[in-house]
């Protein structure tokens, strides 16, 4: 079984910066791909970022796009979310995801991590 940790969730003001950091233990070997995701208050987990841990590849959604930079550490099975110029609709739980197969989805995810961004 793989397990995630996420930190670095916490409030800031709109228009600083918070880095997020999510690490896989246990059976990590063959993560490939790692994720965040974030959820607003009574809707479905939406899509935020995505790195393929061989390669690289970075993938955004358009409201983050330029904001957020994703990376990873392919040996240490971590990526890190850093996110930049915070509006207050960043406001989430973010959850981090990981996955052994390029496919739709993922299996493993961590309990997530609360941004508030207010003035």
């Not at 796009?65 to 990376?71: A, D, L, N, P, Y």
């Not at 990981?98 to 207010?118: L, P």
Request: hydrophobic share 35%; with cysteine; charged share 20%.
């Amino acid at each position: 079984q793989v397990q995630l940790a996420e930190s670095g969730g916490g409030l800031v003001q709109p228009g600083t910066s918070l880095r997020l950091s999510c690490a896989a233990s246990g059976r990590a070997s063959y993560i490939i791909r790692m994720a965040w995701f974030r959820q607003y208050p009574g809707q479905d987990r939406e899509f935020v970022a995505q790195i393929y841990l061989i390669g690289g590849h970075t993938y955004y959604r358009d409201a983050v796009r330029g904001r957020f930079t994703i990376s990873g550490d392919r040996a240490k099975k971590t990526n890190y979310l850093q996110m930049n110029s915070l509006k207050p609709e960043d406001t989430a739980v973010y959850y981090c995801a990981a996955d052994e197969q390029i496919r739709a989805g993922f299996d493993y995810w961590g309990q997530g991590t609360q941004v508030t961004v207010s003035s």
